[in-house]
C-alpha cells in the first residue's frame, strides 16, 4: 500500500473519508489513540486491535530520551517493535517540550489550570530549543531537521513539523511572532523531509494563530499554500468549549479541502461532533486512556441517566454491582467484567483494573467513530449526537 | 463434571493424573498460578487461558478484607467474577494472617531472610487468630469455621483447611504443639465443611511437623486417616533445597496414594522436577509472576548459557536486542515483542511490560508442567529435566 487520501462523501455535517498508509486503511473521521512512550498504557496491541482500534501515536519527545530513535529503528521502527503494525502517527516533540518547559503550557493551551512542574526548556531561539531530559538531566537541542531525522527513525506513517506550542496567556503580537518562526520551522521540517523522502512517510503542516482570526487566517494559507500531505489544526483554541468551537470554526472555513485536517489534542464526545461538523478528520486525545486509569468508564447517555459521559468505577455504589460498564457494549471487558469486580479490582490497585476500563474507552470511541460514520453516510448525524452525547 | 481424582500412570519418577473439578479437568502434574486478590496481577482471563493456564488460586485472607466474602458471592462467586470461569482453589488465609501477623514468616517458613512489615497478628489461641486488616486496621477473628465459611462465599472448587504457619525458627515442641493445634482446627475445618456440603468444593488437609520426621509421620496419619478430598504438603520445609527435598522426601513416603496431593508455596524450576519425582501432583507459588513484575523472565538453559533459570530484561545489554526472550517459545509475547522492546517498556515503567513478561512466564510454566507429563508418559524425565534445569 502507498499513501492516499480519498473523500468519499462530503456534507455541511462533515465528511467521510478513507486515509491509506503503507500500514493500512483509515476510515475518517477517525480517532488516533496515544501510545505516549510507544506503547499503550495498560493495553497490548492484540487488545488494541480487538478493540477497532484503527491508528495510534506516539510522542517524539519522549521517544527521543528514551530508548532514542536510533534504538527504535535497531528495534525494527515503531510499527514492529510496538507490535502494532497499522497505521501510526509521531508529533514532533514540540508540545512536550514546551509544556514541560514551561510547567505549564499542556494546561494553559487549553485554557486550563496551571501546574507545578519543574522547567526544562532552558532556551528557545530562531534555531530550536534547548532542554533538559526529565530522565537524566542530560541537554539537548531540538531543531526542526532534528525533529524530522528522529521522526524519520521512529517511522510512523505521518509525521508531523516542528512548532512552538504558545501559552493561551499570550498576546497576538506574542502569538504572531511566535506563529511566523512556526512557519519558519515548518520550511525547514518540510525541507528536511523532502531531501530524505523515499516515500515511506508524510509530513503534516500545522496552523497556528491562537484565537486571533487574521493570525489563524495567515497561517491557513501558509499551509495551505505549502507541500504538506495533511493539516493539523494546533496551537491555543481558547479558554472554553465556546472559544474553541469559534476557533475551529473560522480556521476550518479556510482550510483547503483535499487535504487530511487533524485535530491536535481534542477527544471530549461533544467536542467530536462539533469538530466532525466543521470537517475535522482525524482527533487525538490522552482522555479515553487516562480517564480510564483512574477508574472512568464512557457510557452513552442512556446508560447513565443522561448526565455526565463518563461513570466513576471507583464510586462505592459499584460495590455489589453485577452488570457490566454498559450491557449493549460489545467490547472484551463488558463480555464478562462486572462493574462491581472491576470497582474491587480499582480498590485493590490491581493492574487489570486499568486494562479493563482501557479497554471499554477505546472500544467505545472506536464505536463512536464507527457510528458518525454510518450517521454521516446515512445523512443522520444529528440523531447519531443525541445517542451519543448528553 | 463433578470432581474426580484419577492416576492414570504411576512410576518410580512421578505420577501422571486428572484432577476433574464442576469447573473443568486438571492435567497432573500441574502448575497453579496466584490470583492473589481474585486477579492475575498484569495478565486478564483471556491471556490466562491463551497462555494454556489450567488452574489459578486466590487467597482468602486478602478477599475476606475486600471485597469480602459476601460481596464475591453476590458478584457470582470467584469463578465467574473473575471471568476465569476454570478450576480454582482458595487457601485458607492463615498463611497471609501469620506471614503478615509475624512479620516474617513468609520469610521464615522458607528458611530466608526476616521483614520489617507492621505485625497486624493480635491474638492466637486455640478458638482461632485476631488480626487488624491492614487495609483500615478494622479488628477480624479468623476462626477454622468463619475460614471455611468465607471460602464457601468465595465458591472455589478446592477450599483448604485453617492452621498456624509455624515459623522456621521455633523448635520441635513448640512445632509439635502447633501442629496439633492445627490438627484440631482441621477437624473443625472438615465438620464445617461436611456440614454444607452440596457437592461443589472439596476440601484439602494440611500436613505439618516442620522439619521433624516423627512430626511429619503423626501429621500424615492425621491427614490419612481423616476425610480429605487433597493432601497439602505444608509448614516450614527448612532452610535450604536439600533440607526441603529431604522434609518432602519422607513426609511423601508416608502419604496415602489416592489422593492429589499438593505442595505449598514451591515453584522452582528444579524444585518442582525434585515434587514431581516424590509423586506430588500440585503446585504453586508466585514466584513466575511476581520475577516477570521486576522483568525476570524464565528461559530454557539453552536459551540462557545454561546459566541461570531467568534473564533480567532490564540489564542493559538488551537495549538493542531486536529478538524474541525464546526463539522457541509460542506465548503471545515472544510472537512479536523484542527483548529491546521490553527492557524500553521496563524502562519507561510502562504496564504492558509487566504483562508481556508475565505471559511469557506462565506460558513457560505450563509449557514445562506440559513437557513433564509427557516426559512421564514416555518414561524420559531426567532428559525431560536436562533440556529444563541447569
Chains 1, 2 share one sequence.
Not at 232 to 256: C, I, N, P, W
Not at 330 to 349: D, F, M, P, V
Request: neutral net charge.
Amino acid at each position: 500500500m502507498t499513501f492516499n487520501f480519498s473523500i468519499t462523501k462530503s456534507t455541511t455535517q462533515g465528511r467521510l473519508g478513507t486515509l491509506t498508509t503503507p500500514h493500512g486503511e483509515v476510515k475518517t473521521p477517525a480517532f488516533i489513540f496515544c501510545a505516549t512512550k510507544a506503547a499503550m498504557k495498560a493495553v497490548t496491541p492484540v487488545q488494541m486491535r480487538s478493540a477497532n482500534t484503527q491508528i495510534i501515536l506516539s510522542n517524539t519527545y519522549h521517544l527521543m530520551l528514551q530508548p532514542g530513535g536510533e534504538t527504535v529503528k535497531k528495534l525494527g521502527g515503531l510499527q514492529k517493535m510496538t507490535g502494532w503494525n497499522g497505521p501510526m502517527l509521531t508529533d514532533s516533540g514540540g508540545f512536550q517540550i514546551f509544556s514541560l518547559g514551561h510547567g505549564s503550557v499542556a494546561s494553559e493551551v487549553k485554557g486550563r489550570r496551571s501546574t507545578n512542574r519543574p522547567k526544562t526548556l532552558l532556551r528557545i531561539n530562531e534555531q530550536g530549543a534547548k532542554f533538559k531530559s526529565y530522565i537524566d538531566g542530560r541537554t539537548y537541542f531540538l531543531t526542526p531537521e532534528e525533529s524530522i531525522r528522529v521522526q524519520r527513525n521512529l517511522g510512523a506513517d505521518l509525521i508531523v513539523v516542528l512548532d512552538e506550542c504558545t501559552p493561551f496567556h499570550v498576546d497576538q503580537t506574542y502569538t504572531q511572532q511566535s506563529m511566523r518562526m512556526s512557519h519558519r520551522w515548518a520550511l525547514r521540517s518540510l525541507n528536511e523531509w523532502q531531501t530524505h523522502d523515499d516515500g515511506s512517510q508524510k509530513l503534516y503542516g500545522i496552523i497556528q494563530g491562537g484565537v486571533y482570526p487574521q493570525l489563524r487566517q495567515e497561517s491557513c494559507e501558509f499551509v495551505n499554500d505549502h507541500n504538506f500531505y495533511g493539516i493539523a489544526v494546533g496551537g491555543s483554541l481558547g479558554a472554553d468549549k465556546s472559544q474553541m468551537h469559534d476557533v475551529v470554526s473560522f480556521t476550518m472555513e479556510m482550510v483547503r479541502k483535499d487535504r487530511p485536517v487533524h485535530l491536535l489534542g481534542i477527544g471530549g464526545i461533544s467536542d467530536i461532533f462539533s469538530g466532525v461538523k466543521q470537517g475535522i478528520d482525524t482527533f487525538d486525545c490522552v482522555h479515553p486512556t487516562r480517564l480510564a486509569r483512574h477508574g472512568g468508564a464512557l457510557v452513552k447517555p442512556a446508560n447513565n441517566q443522561g448526565t455526565r459521559e463518563h461513570i466513576n468505577l471507583r464510586n462505592s455504589m459499584y460495590r455489589e454491582d453485577d452488570q457490566p460498564i454498559e450491557n449493549d457494549c460489545g467490547c472484551e471487558t463488558c463480555a464478562w467484567a462486572s462493574k462491581g469486580y472491576i470497582h474491587h479490582l480499582l480498590k485493590a490497585q490491581e493492574m487489570i483494573a486499568y486494562t479493563l476500563v482501557s479497554i471499554h474507552n477505546i472500544y467505545f470511541m472506536n464505536q463512536l467513530m464507527h457510528a458518525i460514520r454510518e450517521a454521516l453516510a446515512n445523512d443522520t448525524l444529528d440523531s447519531c449526537q443525541k445517542e451519543w452525547c448528553t
